[in-house]
C-alpha cells in the first residue's frame, strides 16, 4: 500500500515540473522541490538496486554534492531554506511557512538511505496537498495553508516519534550502528552511506584516525566508555541495569565508535 501511494506522489511531482498552473510568483519555489523529490526518488532507487554502493569517491561526492548544494555556502542566501530569502520572496507570512516546508522536504534525504519508504511519501503527499492548494487559488487563504501543514506535524508526530524512540532504546533497530559496526574503514565511501552531508573535514578525520595504532584509538574510546561508567559510579546508579547506550558522533569517528560500542556491550551484559 505504502509502495502504490508513493508511486502515484512521484506520478503527480513529475507532472508538476511542466505545469503552469500556479502563479508565477510561486512557480520556482513548487518547480525547484519538484525537482529535489524526483532526485531523492531516483536516489532511492540507485540504493534499493545496489548500485549506488557500487559507485566510485567521486561519484559519491558528486552526489553528495548535488543532495546539499542548496544549502551550502553562498547558495543558502538564496535558498528557500533560508527563511529571510522565502520571506523576500513571499512575505512574512508565506515566507515563513513555505520555508518551514522546503527545509521539512529537504530533510529527507537519510529517509531515502534507511529505506524508510513511508517517511517519504508522507512528506511528497504534504509537498502535493499544498501545491494543489495554490493551483486551485492565485495566492490561498494563509490560514488554509497553515492548517495543512499543522495537521501534518500533528497527524504523524506519533509516527516519526515512536520510531526514532525504537531507534534509541532497539539495538536491533539502528542504522547508523549496522553502518559503523560492519562498514570497512579502509574504503572510506562508506561516509557517504548514511545520507548526511560530507565535506573535507570528514573525510579527512576518517583517513587520519585510520592511520593511527590500535591501542590509540582504543585510549580515544575510553574517553566515551570510561566516562560513561565513572558517572554511573561518582552517583550511586546501577549501571547493570541499564541495557542500552545512545552515542552521539561526529561523522569520521567510526573507528573510534566500534571500539566504544563494544566497550558499551560488555559492560551492560
Excluded at 512575505?91 to 529505506?115: D, Q
Excluded at 542504522?175 to 573525510?203: C, P, Q, T
Excluded at 559510579?233 to 566500534?258: D, H, M, W
Aim: charged share 30%.
Amino acid at each position: 500500500m505504502t509502495e502504490m501511494r508513493y508511486e502515484l506522489a512521484i506520478e503527480r511531482i513529475e507532472n508538476i515540473k511542466g505545469e503552469n498552473t500556479v502563479s508565477e510568483k510561486y512557480r520556482d519555489y513548487f518547480r525547484t522541490l519538484a525537482d529535489f523529490a524526483l532526485l531523492v526518488d531516483k536516489l532511492k532507487e540507485k540504493i534499493e538496486n545496489g548500485e549506488y554502493y557500487k559507485f566510485s569517491i567521486e561519484e559519491l561526492e558528486c552526489w553528495n554534492t548535488h543532495l546539499y548544494d542548496d544549502v551550502l555556502g553562498e547558495h543558502y542566501k538564496t535558498s528557500y531554506a533560508n527563511p529571510a530569502f522565502a520571506t523576500e520572496k513571499f512575505g512574512i507570512e508565506y515566507g515563513r511557512l513555505l520555508s518551514f516546508l522546503y527545509t521539512e522536504l529537504r530533510g529527507v534525504i537519510p529517509y531515502a538511505f534507511e529505506k524508510k519508504t513511508e517517511y517519504l511519501d508522507i512528506l511528497f503527499e504534504l509537498f502535493i496537498e499544498v501545491y494543489n492548494q495554490f493551483e486551485e487559488e492565485n495566492e490561498p487563504e494563509y490560514e488554509h495553508v497553515r492548517q495543512t501543514i499543522y495537521w501534518y506535524a500533528s497527524d504523524y508526530c506519533d509516527v516519526f516519534l515512536a520510531d526514532r524512540i525504537k531507534e534509541q532504546i532497539d539495538p536491533e533497530d539502528n542504522f547508523a550502528a549496522d553502518l559503523i559496526m560492519n562498514s570497512d574503514f579502509n574504503d572510506v565511501r562508506y561516509l557517504y552511506y548514511y545520507g548526511e552531508y560530507v565535506s573535507e573535514n570528514e573525510k579527512r578525520t576518517a583517513m587520519h584516525l585510520n592511520e593511527l595504532p590500535l591501542e590509540t584509538i582504543q585510549k580515544m574510546a575510553d574517553v566515551y566508555t570510561e566516562g560513561y561508567r565513572i558517572g554511573f559510579v561518582n552517583t550511586g546508579k546501577n549501571l547493570s541495569k541499564k541495557a542500552t547506550v545512545n552515542i552521539r558522533y561526529t561523522l569520521g569517528f567510526e573507528r573510534v565508535i566500534r571500539i566504544a560500542i563494544e566497550k558499551d556491550r560488555k559492560s551492560v551484559v
